[in-house]
Each structure stands twice: as C-alpha cells, then as structure tokens.
C-alpha cells in the first residue's frame, strides 16, 4: 500500500495534526463557553459529594497510614498488610477526626457566643457614647450629610435587621428543607466515600500504576509515576503543615493574648488561625477585622495587638512556618504572588489554595528539565555559577547584518 506521507515528513505532519485539533478544540470551547460551563456547574454539583470525600481522605490519610502502621505492627502481626488493617485503620481515622471535631465545637461554640454578645453590648455602649462626635467628625469630613440619621439610630437599625434575620434562621432552615437535606446528605456520602477511598487507597494505586504502565512506555510510565508521586508528597505536606502551622499560630496568639491581658483572645485567635490557612493574604484578612474590634473595645489595646500580631507574622514566616513546611514550598516570594494570584483569579477559593503547591510542581519540573539539559551539555547546575559570565562576544562577520543594515547594503548596491 502505497504512504502519501514520506517518512521524514511523518512527524511533522503528525504535529501539525495535534496542533489543528487543539485549536479546533479552543475555537469550539470559546464558541460554546456558556453551555460548557453550565455542565462544568451541574457536573461539580452532582459530583460533590464525591470531591468532598475526596478531599475528607487526602486529609486524613497521614493518620490513616500511622494508625495502620501501628496495627501492622502490634495487632496484625501474622498477616500485615490485611484489607483488615487498611479498612481498621480507615474507620479509626474517621472516629478521630468527628471526635476532635465535636471537642473543638463543645470547647469553642459557647465563648464564641459569650465573647459575641460582649462584643455587640461593647459596640453598642461605643455607639451610645460617641454618636455626637463621630457624626460631626463626618459631616466635617463629608461623608455624611446633615440630614443623614445619626450614628445611633443606624447602629439600631443594624441590631434590629440582625435580630429579626436570627429570628427566622430555624423557619427559613424548616422550609428550606432541600437545602439542609443536600448539605447533610453530601457530607454522610462524603465520609462514607472518604471511609472507601482510604481503606482502598493501595488497591487504586496499584490500578493507577498497571495502567499507566500499559498506555506509555516503561521509561514514560516510570517518569510519570515519579512526578505523581512527587505531586502527592508536596501536595500533602503542604496541606498538613498549614493546617498545623494555623493551629500553632492560633495557640500562640490566644496565649500572647492572654498574658497581655487583650480583650477577646478566644473569638480573635480563632479568626488569626482560621484565616492564616490562607495563604500569604491570610494574615491580613484576620488581622484587620481583630484589630478594628479592638479598636472599638480599647485604642491601646487595639496598638498592643498590632505590634504583637505583626511580630507574630514575621516569626511565623520566617521560622515557623518553614520550620513546619519543610522543603514541601521551596519558591520565591515573588512567584508565590504571583501563583496566588493567578490561581485566585482563574479558580477562586480553590485556586487561592493549591495555587502555592501547584506552582511548587511546575517549578520542580521545569527545574529538574534545565538541569537535566544542562548537565548533558557538560555545563554547570549550580546558579551561583552563572553570575559571574560575561556576555557573549560578537561573532565576526555578523557586526550589522541585521534586518535593517541588510535593507541599506541593498540600496547602497542598487
């Protein structure tokens, strides 16, 4: 049978072929972009329990596998590495994570509200006290007119609105039954899935394996295992350490708080925590609104805080934080904005948060690929052994042969 593509010709073609039908594939997803994202949403809904409990068993698989290691070794030491053990250990780990639960809530809830009713009978004496002088300070300032409400009757609005909006939550929670009934049936099937996919986590891996190796080729197959491997490891580290480094920076907050006699540690260090998961942004977003309540409450209060959350973020960053983290993040400041951003706008939440771990791949890929490259060539890896190469000297015979002195040589000739 006779081939209308030479050989030499083959790949090119074959490139050609793969580029086409990736921008016929752009083309029809920019042409079609409402109706894919409308499945994109419909498909992320139906599938939510199952990232839910997805996520639920990357959290937990750390202490599933120490819980299972301990079994292996002291319970199961006849037959170790049983589906017994794997399924033990999936349920265990569970138990573990509903029970710190309910303690953090039976622990918290109680002085969040106490520290919240203080907190709105402070605002409101606040109010009381300084609505004259805060309303001429922002007629002066023209913020406000003259015959806008005074501060007080706004703040009492504000309360009453709030009120009535607690008042109905049980009615409108009642008649919005689907809705409650979504959230509480995800979240079981999220666990039960996340119970499924820990006690199954070898056997996928194994079905992952097996067919990588039969679609790619075995040196293929062998890099990409690699680097999925890799993913996981960094991916996991890194979710692990910011959820501990939140933790310990929370602790450290409400005992700082404490021992400086600060109004509402409680309720403000579980904001600085909550918020410090967030990546490089974090910080500030729980910092701001803590010291706005302390400002209310206490001016010297709210200055102590400053110093001491400032302070706090620096330790945090600088030896905390890395300390916790390890090598999992090795990026510069700068491309950590820059991924945070990137992910933030494109993604949202989600981006916001595998934004840094993510960049942190690519940037150990495209690593690992220049350094490969370069030590083919004989050339050093090391960066430090670049700063000092001059640059590279003009070739003779090319002096002036650009686009441009080529154009006047022909004129000259002409």
């Known amino acids: 049978m006779k081939r209308f593509i030479p050989e030499e010709y083959r790949p090119l073609a074959?490139?050609?072929?793969v580029v086409s039908a990736i921008c016929v594939l752009m083309v029809a997803a920019l042409v079609y972009?409402?109706?894919?994202?409308?499945f994109l949403s419909q498909l992320m809904g139906i599938l939510s329990p199952f990232l839910v409990g997805a996520a639920l068993a990357f959290i937990q698989m750390p202490i599933a596998r120490r819980i299972e290691w301990f079994l292996n070794r002291f319970l199961f030491r006849r037959h170790p590495h049983g589906k017994a053990a794997r399924m033990l250990s999936a349920g265990l780990s569970i138990v573990i994570l509903?029970?710190?639960?309910?303690?953090f809530l039976n622990i918290l809830l109680p002085q969040v509200i106490s520290s919240g009713n203080s907190l709105?009978?402070?605002?409101?004496?606040?109010?009381n006290e300084n609505d004259e002088t805060v309303n001429n300070l922002l007629k002066q300032a023209g913020l406000i007119g003259e015959d806008v409400d005074p501060l007080n009757s706004v703040w009492q609005n504000i309360l009453s609105s709030l009120t009535n909006y607690i008042s109905i939550v049980p009615s409108v929670l009642l008649t919005s039954y689907n809705l409650v009934y979504s959230i509480v049936f995800k979240t079981l099937i999220g666990l039960i899935i996340s119970f499924y996919f820990l006690a199954d986590s070898r056997r996928i891996s194994s079905i992952c394996k097996k067919t990588t190796y039969a679609v790619l080729e075995r040196e293929q197959a062998?890099?990409?295992?690699?680097?999925?491997?890799?993913?996981n490891r960094l991916f996991a580290g890194f979710t692990t350490g910011r959820i501990v480094d939140s933790i310990v920076i929370g602790i450290i907050c409400y005992l700082?708080?404490?021992?400086?006699?600060l109004e509402y540690p409680l309720i403000i260090s579980v904001v600085i925590g909550a918020t410090n998961i967030l990546p490089f942004f974090g910080p500030f977003i729980g910092a701001v609104p803590s010291v706005l309540i302390l400002l209310i409450v206490n001016p010297i209060s709210a200055l102590k805080f400053t110093i001491f959350i400032l302070i706090l973020q620096q330790l945090d960053g600088n030896l905390i934080g890395p300390k916790i983290l390890g090598d999992y993040v090795g990026i510069s400041p700068l491309l950590t904005m820059a991924a945070i951003l990137l992910g933030s706008g494109l993604f949202g939440f989600v981006g916001l948060i595998v934004s840094i771990p993510l960049c942190a791949l690519i940037y150990a890929i495209i690593h690992t690929v220049v350094e490969t490259r370069l030590a083919a060539k004989s050339l050093p890896t090391e960066t430090a052994a670049y700063d000092a190469i001059p640059a590279p000297e003009e070739k003779p015979g090319k002096t002036g042969l650009g686009l441009f002195s080529r154009m006047k040589k022909l004129g000259k000739k002409s």
């Open 14 to 17: 074959k490139m050609l072929i």
């Open 33 to 38: 972009l409402d109706r894919i994202t409308g």
């Open 98 to 103: 509903l029970l710190l639960l309910v303690i």
């Open 120 to 127: 709105v009978r402070q605002v409101t004496t606040f109010v």
């Open 222 to 231: 062998d890099r990409f295992i690699f680097w999925c491997r890799k993913a």
């Open 256 to 261: 700082g708080m404490l021992i400086m006699g």
